[in-house]
């Protein structure tokens, strides 16, 4: 057995030994809170306390696994095998299934996954004959769900007043009426969804003391892992669990509570003190993950917060560079220098690509970064998420204009033809199919002769199908007419799927909807992009499908390399760790997000970016825009209260980001220097500007309005989204008069110069 009370440190040796009462380790990022919690287990059993006496409870499966296979290292594989060591949802299903008669189910009963508690719902739905744009079975199951965190069964849902109220407000007034019915079902079913499986052991501890006191007397031991994200039906299973034996130790950290969404509770972890009146603390304070210039950092701007445990995070570690601070003039600018980055630093510290993260605040704000990546060739892959163009919305909507385009294409025709909702079921197609194959045509095509063939497809069914092809042919008059942004942006709004997924207030609705928004401004983007590059026609959908292609190109996901940057939300980045790590968005609105308006809301968007900037070992960067598109149009964007609540001792500030700071001694202290930008026009491997001119200014405040006639070879120019350049050669005369243009950050463009707008640095 190896002498693992030797690799503590004091402070982490003192949690670990100190078994008995109610305990509170509270552990800054990276303070080794894992190896803690896995040696206390480790020490209980050594000291001769049985394994199935043990209830370790984690928030996830690969947690349980990694923490279990340690111990048994240290006490052997046997025992190590009879602890109940698992996710609450996994341990709770055990013992409802050791209980299950009491509350009227079978031993055997199924366990619904999210999927089919939405099929259910939305069965319900139908057969209430409820308007399914207003009951959305994704958003009936999230006021369902937090609902059941609540210990909020249907009878008490319906008895709840508030909550009626707000209901029939929304327009939702039948939601207390699918949840009774949803949970007659699941009970005839002999079925529970995830959070029936919290809410049923609540009511089976309720409702039967005696099994109750069975399970305090069989756990002597009760360790709880990631406490400050367990929510109130979590919480109240461990502290009756707990009540007899009362040696509760639950390790976590308030300052990375960042799942409210979820119904986490900051407050659970808050609060410990007053349930648990004679705990002992345990503050695991040094980080042993990152540098002391990152530790410091994020300190400084997590003291900002009110509801917080008191305590100072130090790291040992090397001082470490500073921060550094990024500025791009638009939201594209910003992937294309964090690309650039990102190739300079692999070549200046022989890092692996493995070792590079790139976090944002929404899922939306990947479709830039991917795009960069690629056209830069540096392989990545979107962690916890499907890739932007994989997801569904994205995909519906690439649907739409691929039939617009090709209306032979079934599988986009099958995609969505019902989808919104329009009446044309699964039997329709199916009998639409048969005759399509009869006749040899497409589903398209067959639609077009279902008059000659009028038993084949019910009429009600016929006429919608009809309605729908018909309203794919008004957005084929648009293909020619239109832009390629006007004709998706009317695609969207006509179709309904704008107005399906603003309609959807959850989470997971929000979320869509801002993809459609990205997705769109993707679309401007292009078409800028291709008049400022000389394509004189309109940018038509042709031309975007043919460009969209190129980046759905599923080679690159196939790779099965391990060696690829990490981009994903900071949510997901929660638990992991790189050496480099890119927070990108930090704009007022995005990131704090702008959904988020209380002083309670404000303070878990500081601990989010406090959990962001902690996931870096070595180094960080923080990037913002100073522009962003909004449906289309681009607006102006104030940098991150964040970024100027970050000590300026530790961040590296360019010399021109008037942004950062109004104050002169701030930014006297944070010693400006132009390395970040340095590296970034080094590594864009495109000739320089000339070393005699004196630098160009960065502001289009000392830019002036010039003529697209009067621009001459060798001068300093301005654009709004290329940033400075100097003006290579010239081509063409009139309207079609062409500049070739050497930008310092984003290297030679060739512009048209009627669509440019170019301005004359003095």
């Given at each position: 057995m190896s002498n693992y009370l030797d690799e503590l440190s004091e402070v982490q040796r003192e949690a670990v030994t100190s078994t008995d009462g109610p305990g509170l380790v509270i552990a800054s990022a990276g303070s080794g809170k894992t190896r803690v919690l896995t040696y206390r287990i480790a020490h209980l059993l050594t000291l001769g306390v049985k394994p199935w006496s043990v209830l370790a409870l984690t928030f996830t499966n690969k947690a349980a696994r990694e923490m279990k296979e340690r111990i048994a290292r240290i006490v052997g594989h046997e025992t190590a095998a009879k602890l109940w060591m698992g996710t609450f949802h996994s341990i709770f299903a055990k013992i409802l299934r050791y209980e299950a008669d009491k509350l009227g189910y079978d031993k055997n009963f199924t366990i619904y996954d999210t999927t089919d508690s939405k099929n259910l719902i939305a069965q319900i739905i139908k057969e209430l004959k409820l308007d399914v744009q207003v009951y959305k079975p994704n958003e009936v199951l999230s006021r369902i769900s937090m609902a059941k965190n609540n210990l909020l069964t249907p009878q008490a849902y319906a008895q709840n007043a508030t909550i009626m109220a707000s209901d029939v407000k929304s327009r939702k007034g039948e939601i207390h009426h699918i949840y009774s019915l949803y949970s007659l079902r699941c009970q005839k079913a002999s079925a529970m969804d995830f959070d029936d499986l919290l809410l049923n052991t609540n009511i089976l501890f309720r409702d039967f003391p005696d099994v109750l006191q069975k399970y305090q007397s069989k756990f002597r031991y009760i360790l709880v892992d990631e406490y400050q994200d367990t929510n109130y039906s979590q919480y109240l299973i461990v502290k009756k669990l707990s009540q007899s034996h009362r040696n509760l130790c639950v390790v976590g950290d308030d300052a990375q509570s960042i799942y409210s969404f979820r119904g986490a509770k900051i407050e659970n972890i808050l609060n410990f003190q007053n349930d648990y009146p004679d705990y002992t603390l345990f503050k695991l304070e040094q980080n042993y993950r990152s540098t002391?210039?990152?530790?410091?950092?994020?300190?400084?701007?997590?003291?900002?917060?009110?509801?917080?445990?008191?305590?100072?995070?130090?790291?040992?570690?090397?001082v470490g560079e500073r921060i550094k601070l990024i500025k791009a003039f638009t939201d594209q600018e910003e992937g294309f220098l964090v690309a650039s980055e990102i190739l300079s630093l692999?070549?200046?510290?022989?890092?692996?690509?493995?070792?590079?993260?790139?976090?944002?605040?929404?899922?939306?704000?990947?479709?830039?970064?991917?795009?960069?990546?690629?056209?830069?060739?540096?392989?990545?892959?979107?962690?916890?998420?499907?890739?932007?163009?994989?997801?569904?919305?994205?995909?519906?909507?690439?649907?739409?204009?691929?039939?617009?385009?090709?209306?032979?294409?079934?599988?986009?025709?099958?995609?969505?033809?019902?989808?919104?909702?329009?009446?044309?079921?699964?039997?329709?197609?199916?009998?639409?199919?048969?005759?399509?194959?009869?006749?040899?045509?497409?589903?398209?095509?067959?639609?077009?002769?279902?008059?000659?063939?009028?038993?084949?497809?019910?009429?009600?069914?016929?006429?919608?199908?009809?309605?729908?092809?018909?309203?794919?042919?008004?957005?084929?008059?648009?293909?020619?007419?239109?832009?390629?942004?006007?004709?998706?942006?009317?695609?969207?709004?006509?179709?309904?799927?704008?107005?399906?997924?603003?309609?959807?207030?959850?989470?997971?609705?929000?979320?869509?909807?801002?993809?459609?928004?990205?997705?769109?401004?993707?679309?401007?983007?292009?078409?800028?992009?291709?008049?400022?590059?000389?394509?004189?026609?309109?940018?038509?959908?042709?031309?975007?499908?043919?460009?969209?292609?190129?980046?759905?190109?599923?080679?690159?996901?196939?790779?099965?390399?391990?060696?690829?940057?990490?981009?994903?939300?900071?949510?997901?980045?929660?638990?992991?760790?790189?050496?480099?790590?890119?927070?990108?968005?930090?704009?007022?609105?995005?990131?704090?997000?702008?959904?988020?308006?209380?002083?309670?809301?404000?303070?878990?968007?500081?601990?989010?970016?406090?959990?962001?900037?902690?996931?870096?070992?070595?180094?960080?960067?923080?990037?913002?825009?100073?522009?962003?598109?909004?449906?289309?149009?681009?607006?102006?964007?104030?940098?991150?209260?964040?970024?100027?609540?970050?000590?300026?001792?530790?961040?590296?500030?360019?010399?021109?980001?008037?942004?950062?700071?109004?104050?002169?001694?701030?930014?006297?202290?944070?010693?400006?220097?132009?390395?970040?930008?340095?590296?970034?026009?080094?590594?864009?491997?495109?000739?320089?500007?000339?070393?005699s001119r004196k630098p160009l200014p960065s502001t289009p405040d000392m830019a002036k309005e010039i003529l697209p006639d009067a621009i001459t070879v060798g001068m300093a120019v301005y654009h709004a989204r290329f940033g400075e350049g100097i003006v290579e050669s010239i081509d063409g005369v009139g309207p079609n008069r062409k500049a070739l243009v050497n930008f310092s950050l984003v290297g030679t463009k060739n512009l048209l110069l009627k669509f440019a707008n170019l301005k004359q640095l003095e």
């Open positions: 002391q210039t990152i530790v410091n950092a994020a300190n400084s701007v997590i003291a900002k917060n009110k509801r917080q445990i008191p305590k100072v995070a130090y790291s040992s570690n090397e692999v070549h200046q510290t022989r890092c692996s690509y493995s070792d590079i993260a790139i976090l944002y605040r929404t899922n939306a704000q990947s479709r830039i970064f991917e795009e960069t990546l690629r056209k830069r060739n540096i392989p990545y892959r979107i962690y916890g998420s499907l890739s932007f163009y994989q997801r569904k919305e994205i995909k519906d909507l690439l649907a739409y204009i691929r039939l617009t385009v090709n209306p032979n294409d079934d599988e986009a025709f099958r995609r969505v033809v019902n989808y919104p909702a329009r009446g044309i079921g699964d039997t329709t197609m199916e009998h639409l199919q048969a005759l399509a194959n009869q006749l040899g045509l497409s589903l398209w095509q067959t639609v077009g002769e279902l008059g000659k063939h009028s038993g084949a497809v019910k009429p009600p069914a016929a006429k919608k199908l009809l309605e729908f092809r018909n309203l794919v042919v008004s957005f084929q008059q648009k293909v020619y007419t239109l832009d390629a942004y006007e004709a998706v942006y009317a695609i969207a709004n006509s179709s309904g799927i704008l107005n399906d997924l603003k309609a959807d207030k959850s989470q997971e609705g929000i979320s869509r909807f801002q993809n459609i928004e990205e997705m769109l401004n993707g679309i401007r983007e292009f078409i800028e992009n291709q008049k400022e590059e000389g394509f004189e026609e309109t940018v038509t959908l042709v031309d975007y499908l043919e460009n969209v292609a190129l980046l759905t190109d599923q080679d690159t996901d196939q790779d099965s390399s391990t060696n690829r940057i990490s981009v994903m939300t900071v949510h997901s980045a929660k638990g992991l760790e790189f050496d480099y790590v890119f927070l990108t968005g930090l704009e007022e609105n995005l990131f704090p997000s702008n959904m988020n308006k209380s002083p309670d809301d404000m303070e878990e968007e500081r601990r989010l970016f406090y959990v962001a900037l902690t996931r870096a070992a070595k180094r960080a960067y923080i990037t913002y825009a100073q522009t962003r598109y909004r449906w289309g149009s681009p607006v102006h964007c104030n940098p991150s209260r964040f970024i100027n609540e970050i000590d300026p001792e530790y961040i590296d500030v360019p010399f021109d980001d008037d942004d950062y700071s109004n104050t002169t001694e701030r930014q006297a202290m944070a010693k400006p220097t132009m390395k970040g930008f340095a590296s970034q026009t080094a590594t864009s491997n495109l000739s320089s500007l000339s070393n």
